[in-house]
């Protein structure tokens, strides 16, 4: 049996499916840290952290801001589940910034408690970072 020479890529979030596609690599923000899965993979169950996530169809790389989930990795397919994901095209960099500048102001009127209220901004802090850090790499690269 010959090994596969491409991905079946599947990413979908917990309101709808982002991508559909036949991709040549992918990169995952795990739970551990990054991980690239190329055709022929060992099958894996990983789950997710938040960052990055990245493909590449032929010379043509796509980005999307995740986090949170699961991905399921098979030598001809990727699935990814994620709680929260979004392709860098679809990133409103300004409501991006004032969702940082929300978050960084919560955290600091907390006094440093880690509360449920504390736990959410960090969350939406951590969400804001990624949008942007995916939104401007991929406006770099475009």
């Not at 491409?6 to 040549?24: A, G, P, Y």
């Not at 938040?50 to 397919?77: K, N």
């Not at 300004?94 to 509360?115: M, P, V």
Request: aromatic residues 6%; negative net charge.
């Amino acid at each position: 049996m010959s090994l596969p020479t491409k991905l079946q890529l599947q990413i979908v979030s917990t309101d709808r499916l982002l991508v559909n596609e036949t991709v040549d690599e992918v990169e995952i923000p795990g739970s551990e840290g990054y991980f690239g899965v190329l055709p022929g993979h060992t099958p894996l169950l990983a789950l997710l952290g938040a960052g990055e996530l990245w493909y590449r169809q032929g010379s043509e790389t796509h980005y999307l801001a995740m986090a949170f989930g699961f991905a399921e990795v098979q030598p001809d397919r990727v699935t990814v589940l994620a709680e929260f994901a979004e392709r860098a095209d679809e990133i409103d960099l300004a409501r991006a910034e004032e969702a940082k500048t929300r978050a960084q102001e919560r955290l600091a009127s907390g006094g440093g408690q880690l509360d449920m209220d504390a736990e959410r901004a960090r969350i939406a802090m951590l969400k804001a970072m990624i949008r942007l850090q995916v939104a401007t790499k991929a406006k770099i690269r475009s």
